[in-house]
T-cell receptor, first 114, second 113 residues
Framework: DSGVTQTPKHLITATGQRVTLRCSPR?????VYWYQQSLDQGLQFLIQ???????AKGNILERFSAQQFPDLHSELNLSSLELGDSALYFC?????????????FGNGTRLTVT | AQSVAQPEDQVNVAEGNPLTVKCTYS??????LFWYVQYPNRGLQFLLK??????LVKGSYGFEAEFNKSQTSFHLKKPSALVSDSALYFC???????????FGQGTELSVKP
């Protein structure tokens, strides 16, 4: 068990809808990362937060947004959903934003857009 | 552009035989290198990392990786494969001065009895 909790595990929704994915990082970890994994795109980095502030941005669409709250949990908001947004979304956390810290991944949220 | 390549989509090995999963990187400076493993319906799990020092790094579950600066490679190895090692393996790299952690596309390891 990595200590990173993601909810919900599964989400099925229709095109055009909006969903929120939630992540609780490992105790003591200040950095939170969001990744999208799909068969055709592989593992894509979306965004990183460190202690409540956005630290790095990857291939995140404008329809997607995220934030990290004072208690360090994070939420990823996906809006105007399209079929292509169907994927596994992972949250990961690390002790600090240092480059040598390994990431600890949650078990993901599987999003299906119909 | 910085990148990590895993040239094999799939590696097939017989149980008990040695295994190698290949990784090469193109990252500026002296990168930090990582291997992660993903089992079905689970998140990635950290296996090992290279920061500096000895080129042979030992990690979890009997895995090790060899850093080769001249060949910009960081191959994952295990002397004797187990069926339970069957999983998806990801190599990742990040520049030591900061930046984004870059993942390879993953290699599916299949170990047959």
């Amino acid at each position: 068990d990595s200590g990173v909790t993601q909810t919900p595990k599964h989400l099925i929704t229709a095109t055009g809808q909006r969903v929120t994915l939630r992540c609780s990082p490992r105790s003591g970890d200040l950095s939170v990362y969001w990744y999208q994994q799909s068969l055709d795109q592989g593992l894509q980095f979306l965004i990183q937060y460190y202690n409540g502030e956005e630290r790095a941005k990857g291939n995140i669409l404008e329809r997607f947004s995220a934030q990290q709250f004072p208690d360090l949990h994070s939420e990823l908001n996906l809006s105007s959903l399209e079929l292509g947004d169907s994927a596994l979304y992972f949250c990961a956390s690390s002790t600090r934003t240092g480059t040598d810290s390994p990431l600890h991944f949650g078990n993901g949220t599987r999003l299906t857009v119909t | 552009a910085q990148s990590v390549a895993q040239p094999e989509d799939q590696v097939n090995v017989a149980e008990g035989n040695p295994l190698t999963v290949k990784c090469t990187y193109s990252v500026s400076g002296n990168p930090y290198l990582f291997w992660y493993v993903q089992y079905p319906n689970r998140g990635l799990q950290f296996l090992l990392k290279y920061i500096t020092g000895d080129n042979l790094v030992k990690g979890s579950y009997g895995f090790e990786a060899e850093f080769n600066k001249s060949q910009t490679s960081f191959h994952l190895k295990k002397p004797s494969a187990l069926v339970s090692d069957s999983a998806l393996y990801f190599c990742a790299a990040i520049a030591n001065q900061g930046g984004k952690l870059i993942f390879g596309q993953g290699t599916e390891l299949s170990v047959k009895p």
